[in-house]
């Protein structure tokens, strides 16, 4: 029969001899040391999966022997047995990196959950381990992280047309990393020595945004003290990153699209002409298609920026990531803190993956963040998660509200109860959210922010 893993246990001869027979029994592999001064040596030759030592012993005590296993490997697993009187001392030996301690007498049955627990945290141990090898191999473009059929095209898309000069779309929800990709895009180019000059073309009222990208001279407008040039031209020789360009003014859409058509910017207030060597990286959130069927958007600066689209999936969308990207940003946040996180529990992990992710990457950045620093153990549970990720996953798991403690059963009614009656409602009103709003006696605000909390979306 294939063993469930090997435990060296530290045998003085008394009343070891009996677990050794249970371990047995419950289908481990057993090796024994009777002398505690050769325990390390034993350990490092056999590399068990276990390790069970008595606290009180002749020869060395089980605290040195577990300093001494752990200066070798330390991330042994070591469980020590005490009696009642050296419980302080075991408390002590956790401290020092111990997995648990047993006190005696203990029964078969608690011998049995205790091994069992600490050989399914040396596995999930090693599985974490695994995924942040991974992620330092294969399974990243730059910093950009995936390893999901659809992330795996992006990156070969980044790769087949960051040497282009074409002007690129990226297009993609709120938080789906579509600076990120501009970056990498501008990194991976010829360009990639110029300068990356990134615009935010919603935070500024059109003429500021005007004087930002083309430049001003000295008096073309109040306030307009010195000649600036724009930001075109300093990004010259390099990338300009559009970011919500879909938000620029029709007025503005023409000038940029002159700009595109000459590669060449006047600056506000000034006749001449300078010329500008610059790709043009555009991002957007909505669809700049529909934009343009509705005369938002000019055709024709939309079919300029628009050579390349590169689209962006949702992280609900994509398999196998999130663990992947969570894991990445735990290592992350944990090294910065100091902590010792090293992983997600399986139920944590579940939640994550159930959750429907509106802020999509960024969200799960900060959850990450926020996870590590509430974090009391070595691997962030469902208690280290915020409330809308663990309501709606118990909401739609198969666990009935009736096993859960009252205040959570309560929470959890709640929360199913709010979205089926959102649903209802919004459908009803056709999606109309002023009517809804009305017909629900709350204001307008209030239904966006419980759609926002149950990730309900108007098709
Ligand atoms: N695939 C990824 N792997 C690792 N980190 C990512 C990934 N995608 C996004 N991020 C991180 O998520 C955060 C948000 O990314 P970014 O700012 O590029 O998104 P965005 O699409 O531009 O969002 P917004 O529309 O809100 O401006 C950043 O901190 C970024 O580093
Ligand atoms: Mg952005």
Redesign the pocket.
């Known amino acids: 029969m294939q063993k469930l893993g090997r435990v060296l246990v530290i045998d003085d001869g008394v009343d070891m001899a009996e677990n050794c027979k249970l371990l047995t029994r419950f289908g481990y592999e057993v090796v024994t040391e009777a002398e505690s001064g050769k325990a390390a040596a034993q350990y490092e030759r056999e590399r068990p999966d276990l390790v069970f030592t008595d606290l009180r012993m002749p020869g060395l005590d089980g605290l040195t022997v577990l300093q001494a296993i752990r200066a070798i490997d330390p991330e042994a697993t070591v469980i020590l047995i005490t009696a009642f009187a050296t419980i302080e001392t075991a408390v002590e030996a956790i401290k020092e990196g111990a997995f648990d301690y047993l006190p005696k007498p203990f029964s078969a049955d608690q011998l049995r959950v205790c091994v069992q627990r600490a050989m399914d945290q040396r596995r999930l141990r090693a599985e974490n381990r695994r995924l942040l090898e991974q992620l330092t191999e294969t399974h ?1 473009f730059d ?4 390893r999901s059929l659809p ?1 795996l095209q992006v990156f070969e898309t980044i790769k087949k047309v960051a040497k282009s000069e074409a002007n690129i779309l ?1 297009i ?12 990498s895009l501008h990194a991976n180019s010829r360009r990639a020595a110029g300068p990356f000059i990134p615009v935010d073309c919603v935070s500024l009222p059109e003429n500021l945004l005007e004087s930002e990208l083309f430049g001003h001279e000295k008096g073309a407008f109040t306030g307009a003290q010195a000649t600036r040039p724009g930001l075109f031209e300093f990004a010259s020789g390099g990338t300009i990153f559009l ?2 360009v879909g938000d620029i003014s029709l007025n503005l859409q023409a000038k940029l699209l002159r700009v595109l058509q000459e590669r060449q910017v006047r600056r506000v207030g000034s006749n001449r002409m300078i010329e500008v060597d610059v790709r043009v990286i555009s ?1 957007t ?1 909505h669809d700049l298609a529909q934009a343009v069927g509705r005369g938002g958007f000019r055709e024709d600066l939309y079919y300029r920026l628009n050579v390349i689209s590169l689209p ?1 999936p949702p ?1 609900r969308d994509r398999a196998g ?1 999130i663990q ?2 969570a894991h ?2 735990l290592a992350k946040y944990a090294a910065g803190s100091e902590k010792e996180v090293k992983g997600v529990t399986p139920e944590a992990m579940r939640l994550l993956e159930a959750h429907h992710w509106p ?4 969200e ?2 900060n959850v990450m963040e926020r996870a590590v620093v509430l974090a009391e153990h070595e691997l962030i549970g469902p208690q280290d998660l915020p409330e809308q990720i663990r309501i709606k996953a118990e909401a739609a798991s198969p666990v009935s509200p009736n096993e859960l403690p009252l205040k959570r059963a309560k929470e959890v009614w709640a929360g199913s109860f709010e979205r089926d009656y959102l649903i209802q409602l919004l459908k009803r009103h056709d999606g109309n959210i002023s009517q809804a709003a009305k017909a629900a006696c709350v204001d307008r605000k209030t239904v966006h922010r419980l759609m926002k909390k149950y990730g309900i979306k108007l098709s």
Do not use: F
């Not at 910093?143 to 995936?146: A, M, P």
């Open positions: 990243r910093n950009i992280i995936g992330m990226v993609g929800e709120t938080g789906t990393g579509k600076e990120l990709i501009a970056r970011d919500e991002a959130n962006l992280l990531d992947l990207i990445h940003y802020g999509n990457v960024r799960l950045q």
